[in-house]
């Protein structure tokens, strides 16, 4: 079989997912560390195309980002099994979680062991800023648009409409320059395969339609369905990963239920504590994988109360319904993006994209460096200052895999 082949890949694959902490900002530098520098399965400089182009898309984009490096290997099987070993054991753990909520229920595990999973992020995400600046930002333009959306993502980090807005503003200010292209861009690009926006399309309204009918109707188990529904709708519009799922999830079972006529008119509906939504979020903080695995907690939660074999159902069905869109999406646009990249205008515009993905990265870094408390001269913030510090030097002048340097990190806050 084909896949055997790929067996190194994927247990890198695993082991990157059980090692990257602290949600998107971190993830990108270990992706760089894992896949171009010790395994180098694909180049910096596709790395960096892969991330921009899923920025422009709904979902969750370091799924994405990883599901299109299995693509290059190995075409579509590889990029599903790619992101099955991705999302399973952050997905798993979350669930779990769900049936252990009532034995912590708000223990605050960021104080704990993970304490420097957070300062750790940061110098990933440091790490991965500079080596992508000196990749991607090369002239004087490059630069002015690298500020510019640096200076604007800072700002406006918690809008999720910034990134795809910027990611185009920086796409047409280079579309129009002189560049050239290079032989290597001749390369045929892959087929189109229209059975993915077809099949998105279609599990949308299906959805959207026994959603519907369940709660009309009041089926015995149409909170089943009403998950699905919110989940995938979820994962087909939200851009700006685990941090706007959450006022999302916030909106659909905490607030909503609360307005006098909703309740009135769906009072069997899924309403989940606030306080369950925050935990689970801040768990989530706290363990390596994608940030949307918070829905496989959160769809355990909202059948809670259906019994253990549904509460299992629920974290199921959330799983799949929230990495469902973002897989089929990317699967669609990325051959698509591969054919517009053979007119200049989109290969030139390809130099923005990437100017201003450094600039969200430098952005991002100063925001998490924003909370870090610098000014408290304690052993708490010494430490934090040093593990950030360390991380990115480490990264950078040595050869220590990322696995180490979280377990090192995870010491630390055992220790400390």
Known sequence: MKLFRHIPFLKSVFLYSITAFGGPQGHFGM??????????????????????????????SSSQTVTLIGYKRGGVPLAVITLLIWILPASILMGAFSFL??????????????????????????????????ISVT??????????????????????????????????????????????????????????????????????????TSRKQDWPQRKAFNLFENFYRFGSFVFGGGDVLLPMMLDQYVERPSVPNVAKRNPNGIKIAKSDILTGYGIMRAIPGPTFSVASFTGGI???????????????????????????????????????????????????????????????????LNSTPFFHLNIQSVLTIAVIISTALILKYTKIPAPVIVLGCLLLGWIF
Do not use: D, H
């Not at 223990?107 to 995400?125: D, R, S």
């Not at 333009?141 to 990611?167: E, R, S």
């Open 31 to 60: 992706m760089l560390k894992t896949f171009v520098n010790k395994r180098r399965y694909v180049t910096e400089e596709e790395l960096i195309e892969y991330n921009s182009f899923c920025q422009l898309l709904p979902g969750a």
């Open 101 to 134: 909520l009532t034995l912590f229920p708000q223990k605050n595990l960021t104080t704990g062991l993970f304490k420097f999973v957070q300062p750790m992020a940061i110098g990933f995400l440091a790490y991965a800023a500079i080596r992508s600046f000196s």
């Open 139 to 212: 002239n004087f333009i490059t630069q002015i648009i690298m500020l510019v959306a640096m200076i604007v993502t800072f700002f406006l980090f918690k809008t999720p409409w910034i990134f795809p807005v910027l990611i185009v503003g920086g796409g047409i200010a280079t579309s129009m320059s002189s560049k050239r292209f290079p032989a290597k861009e001749n390369i045929r690009p892959r087929q189109i395969r229209w059975t993915n926006i077809w099949l998105f399309g279609i599990i949308f309204i299906i959805a959207g339609v026994l959603s519907e």
């Open 302 to 368: 909202a059948l809670k109360e259906n019994g253990a074999k549904m509460q299992a159902l629920g974290c199921a069905i959330a799983t799949i319904a929230i990495f469902l869109p973002s897989a089929l999406l990317v699967l669609f646009f990325f051959p698509v993006w591969q054919y517009l990249k053979r007119f200049v205008f989109v290969f030139r515009a390809l130099e923005g994209i990437n100017a201003v993905v450094v600039g969200i990265m430098w952005a991002a870094t100063l925001y998490l």
